[in-house]
């Protein structure tokens, strides 16, 4: 399994950074200012979605709440 993480850094962002990890989940972070803008995540995710935002696999899965729904339905968490 592969994961994307896109963060602003804030707390959420770690949570789901030390599940994948506990995990053993290989993923990339994209950070806000570093990797992408504002309008770059705005224009990927739209305008409300909140950060982190998790892709798996290629298919974009949510944010924290809904990742962690995504790890329970397949028993992993």
């Given at each position: 399994m592969k994961a994307v993480l896109y963060t602003d850094g804030n707390q959420e962002c770690d949570r789901i950074?030390?599940?994948l990890d506990s995990l053993s989940t290989e993923f990339l972070e994209y950070q806000?200012?570093?990797d992408f803008s504002d309008i770059q995540f705005a224009a990927e995710f739209g305008d409300n979605a909140p950060y982190p935002q998790i892709t798996i696999n290629h298919e974009h899965v949510g944010g924290?709440?809904?990742?962690l729904s995504y790890f329970k339905q397949r028993n992993l968490i």
């Open positions: 950074r030390m599940l806000l200012g570093k924290l709440k809904d990742t």
